[in-house]
């Protein structure tokens, strides 16, 4: 969206790196443009000087071809663009209202299953015909393709046609306008390919057919009294078996729950925990169905998936983003642990009596294992980074490298002078002991 709103300054900043033909050719617009937007006198004089600066600017080669193909985006191939933005912004709101549910501090694990449907079939809706998508949905095979992870089929009669294809607000406007445009046809047919594309993508990758998710389902308070519920919380507590007490049957105290007259019913806008509530001040009537639920209920998405995601910020740098998994888990182990007792690193191991209290010789060893295991690791990676580009023909491209040296430099140029400052502090300190021993 920000890329759509800035398309005009874009188009007059990239003007400055156009070749001196496609200047005189792309004048005209330019100066339409300035009128479009009432830019003064001044304010062009000023943007002339800019683009001016612009094509005086030393690039390399990967920058002259990068800005090369900017410039074709947006001047020689401007309507294309627009376009493909258009319906870039129209699909990315359908995904974007899908995220923002489960962005809330409600636990909405039950809905999970439901919105995920939901999005699937708000995104068929943009392409194939309404009563196809109800039959594709229920059909068996469909079901089958999701469970083993196969493609689904569309055939050409379930599509719709090129004219009623969902592409947003502001490509369907120049669809109606232009119905014979010569860039219509081939990007109306881009859409299509990207279309089926990504639905099957979607169906591959959602679990649609999950039977955890549809059994999480059963969750939400307003199936209660209906049977699906109980079938569905049997099915739960058959995967969760290894979580719930022993010697309690579970099948009695679902039966019984699904038609407890004492459950209050559930309010709109309730939140689910505290509706379950209910059923966990009745330990002794349904101890099983209240730990089941509580472990359901405790997994987390949305914003606490980020929170320990963020938490990261506080102990990684730039340079540190490729980091593997058992480093983040360990990081984010210890990170937890220091911020739940309250103590920083040197708090927690810090000894009464440095010279005779007891050290923790496993800490010891892995402390000193592990720059060496670092170091292996690196190893082992570059050599497969060169087997790679060996095997391939590939090599660094040279601004990558001559950035990798730059980066080298500067740290080195930073170690230097962090001894130095470190060597005259310590002269200053060797410089004031002997004026207070004279």
Request: glycine share 4%; charged share 25%.
């Amino acid at each position: 969206m920000a890329t759509h709103a800035m398309m005009p300054a874009y188009r007059v900043l990239y003007y400055g790196f156009l070749s001196t033909a496609d200047k005189e050719l792309c004048r005209e617009p330019l100066e339409l443009m300035y009128t479009k937007y009432h830019v003064n006198q001044a304010g062009r004089v000023r943007i002339k000087v800019v683009q001016e600066e612009l094509n005086r600017k030393g690039m390399t080669p990967q920058g002259r071809e990068r800005k090369k193909r900017v410039c074709q985006k947006l001047w020689h191939e401007e309507t294309t663009t627009v376009l493909r933005l258009s319906i870039y912004m129209s699909l990315l709101a359908i995904l974007k209202e899908y995220v923002m549910v489960f962005q809330g501090s409600q636990t909405l694990v039950h809905k999970l299953h439901d919105r995920q449907l939901e999005l699937f079939l708000a995104f068929m809706a943009c392409f194939v015909k309404a009563e196809h998508i109800t039959q594709i949905i229920n059909s068996l095979f469909f079901l089958f393709c999701c469970l083993c992870h196969q493609e689904m089929v569309l055939e050409d009669h379930m599509l719709l046609p090129s004219k009623e294809v969902y592409v947003g607000q502001e490509a369907d406007t120049f669809r109606s306008q232009k119905p014979n445009h010569a860039l219509l046809v081939p990007f109306l047919v881009d859409v299509r390919k990207a279309y089926i594309t990504t639905a099957v993508y979607l169906q591959k990758k959602l679990p649609l057919a999950s039977p955890t998710l549809t059994a999480l389902s059963a969750l939400d308070p307003l199936l209660r009294g209906h049977s699906q519920a109980t079938i569905q919380f049997k099915r739960l507590s058959g995967m969760l078996r290894h979580l719930l007490p022993a010697d309690q049957d579970i099948q009695r105290e679902l039966v019984r729950f699904n038609v407890d007259l004492t459950i209050p019913s559930f309010k709109e806008g309730e939140s689910i925990v505290e509706w379950w509530g209910h059923v966990f001040d009745k330990p002794d009537k349904y101890p099983s169905l209240s730990a089941m639920v509580k472990c359901c209920l405790s997994i987390f998405h949305g914003p606490r998936v980020e929170s320990s995601f963020s938490l990261m910020n506080e102990v990684i740098d730039q340079r540190s983003g490729n980091m593997n998994v058992p480093t983040f888990n360990a990081i984010q182990t210890v990170k937890s642990t220091l911020q739940s007792r309250g103590k920083t690193a040197v708090e927690l191991f810090r000894r009464e009596d440095v010279k005779f209290g007891e050290v923790d010789r496993t800490l010891c060893k892995n402390i000193n294992s592990a720059a060496a295991t670092y170091k292996r690791q690196q190893k082992m990676n570059q050599k497969e980074k060169q087997q790679q580009q060996s095997k391939y023909g590939s090599q660094a491209s040279g601004s990558a490298q001559q950035a990798k040296k730059q980066t080298a430099e500067e740290e080195k140029k930073a170690r230097l002078r962090h001894v130095a400052k470190q060597r005259k502090r310590a002269m200053e300190t060797l410089v004031v002991q002997a004026k207070n021993t004279k």
